[in-house]
């Protein structure tokens, strides 16, 4: 019924007419082509199902966030340090020093409390005076006493009172010679810093007495 060089497919069929597959290009009947689903026909070893993946239904990310606030301004928490040695002018520095501080030695009460040096002074007798008998009261005192950790009496630089930091202390002149000495007062901070002051007194005491009774010898 077919004629030469026609293809398998030149037959005629009621209702049905010739196709070429979009993919292959082969010719078939068009009841034997489906359609695919990017819209052209294909015949069955062309077809292709659409790939799984395609029919996810994805969320697409947020990309654009629900509310923002402005940068915060950087607030530096301020840190104290200091050097756990002796006594440093100016160590205690404003708004650094913490109130309550627990104080477990030393160093930490050094750095613990505002430090001011106590400044030691005498207050009697004055500088120059001449003094004499068995009781010179030397009266002493000093600034920051709660700064203070001992403090003493000299003369000539021998020590007669080591316990005192406010208050007076009695001092027999009697003990040298007549003249000019040196008292000083001297505080040692809790830093073992010495800090001293000092007066010239003029000692002027009656020359010693061996005896009261005197004799008459008559010859
Ligand atoms: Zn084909």
């Not at 292959?24 to 689903?37: I, P, Q, T, V």
């Not at 010495?194 to 009261?212: E, F, G, L, R």
């Amino acid at each position: 019924m077919g004629s030469a060089g026609n293809g398998p497919f030149d037959y005629y069929a009621d209702g049905d007419w010739n196709a070429i597959c979009s993919m292959c290009g082969h010719k078939f009947k068009a009841s034997m082509l489906r359609k695919h689903w990017q819209g052209l026909w294909r015949c069955e070893k062309c077809w292709e199902p659409r790939q799984p993946q395609d029919f996810v239904r994805a969320v697409p990310d947020i990309v654009t966030p629900p509310w923002t606030q402005p940068d915060q301004t950087g607030t530096l928490i301020q840190t104290c340090s200091f050097p756990q040695t002796l006594a440093v002018a100016g160590l205690g520095v404003a708004g650094c020093m913490v109130a309550g501080r627990t104080v477990s030695n030393l160093a930490d009460y050094i750095s613990a409390i505002p430090f001011s040096i106590p400044l030691p002074s005498i207050s009697a007798p004055l500088d120059g005076d001449t003094v004499s008998g068995v009781s010179v009261f030397v009266t002493v005192t000093s600034t920051n006493l709660g700064n203070v950790d001992y403090g003493y009496i000299q003369v000539d630089g021998v020590t007669v009172d080591s316990s005192i930091t406010n208050g007076t202390f009695s001092w027999d002149s009697t003990g040298v010679s007549n003249g000019v000495h040196t008292i000083s007062f001297t505080v040692v901070d809790l830093h073992f810093v010495p800090h001293s002051t000092s007066i010239s007194v003029t000692v002027s005491n009656a020359p010693s007495v061996v005896s009261t009774n005197f004799y008459s010898i008559t010859v």
